[in-house]
C-alpha cells in the first residue's frame, strides 16, 4: 500500500486511474555479493485504460516493465521476462508472490475481470473454490507452491484438459 511520503513514478502521472504501489519480496542472487538472498522490491501499477494495465517491478535488477489486460497477465511477463532459462539458469530474480503459485491462473470467470489482481487457484480435476490476491506475500506454507511461468502454464493446460473435446 502506498504511505504518505512514497514517491511515484513519474510514468504514473497524468493517468487517468490512481496508481498502486506495494512491497513484494524478491529472491536472488546479490549483484554485490553473489549471495542468494530475499530482497524487498517494489511494485507499481496502474490502469491505462479499462483494458489495460501497466505495471513496473523495481528491484536489484533495476526497473522491468510490461502492459496486459490485467495485473496478473502484466506480472506474468515481467516473470517470464526474469525467469527466461536461455538467460538465466537458475532464473535471476523470483517474485515471492501468490500470483506466482504454479497453481495459480486468472481465468476471469470467478473474480472481477479488470482490473485482474485476484486470480483463481486451479486444481485439475477439481472445480475453481479459491482466489488469491495476485501481489499478496507468500506465506511460509505457500512457499514450496510457488513456479516458474512454465510450470504455471503447464498446470492451467492440465486444468482445461478436462473441457477437450473427447475427454
Not at 513519474?10 to 519480496?25: L, N
Not at 528491484?59 to 489486460?69: A, E
Amino acid at each position: 500500500m502506498q504511505t504518505q511520503s512514497e514517491e511515484m513514478p513519474e510514468w504514473t502521472r497524468g493517468g487517468e486511474f490512481p496508481p498502486v504501489s506495494r512491497q513484494v519480496p524478491l529472491y536472488g542472487e546479490d549483484p554485490a555479493s553473489g549471495r542468494e538472498q530475499v530482497w524487498v522490491g517494489r511494485v507499481v501499477w496502474q490502469a491505462r485504460t479499462m483494458q489495460e494495465i501497466t505495471m513496473a517491478l523495481y528491484g536489484p535488477f533495476g526497473r522491468r516493465t510490461s502492459t496486459g489486460d490485467s495485473v496478473f497477465n502484466a506480472l506474468w511477463k515481467i516473470r517470464n521476462e526474469l525467469e527466461d532459462l536461455e538467460q538465466f539458469a537458475p532464473p535471476l530474480w523470483k517474485v515471492l508472490v501468490k500470483g506466482a503459485r504454479r497453481d495459480v491462473w486468472h481465468v476471469g470467470h470467478q473474480v472481477s475481470i479488470f482490473p485482474g489482481d485476484r486470480a483463481e487457484v486451479l486444481v485439475p480435476g477439481e472445480k475453481v473454490t479459491e482466489t488469491v490476491d495476485v501481489l499478496a506475500v507468500l506465506e511460509p506454507h505457500d512457499t514450496p507452491k510457488w513456479g516458474l511461468v512454465e510450470q504455471q502454464m503447464a498446470n492451467c493446460a492440465a486444468y482445461f484438459d478436462r473441457f477437450a473435446p473427447g475427454s
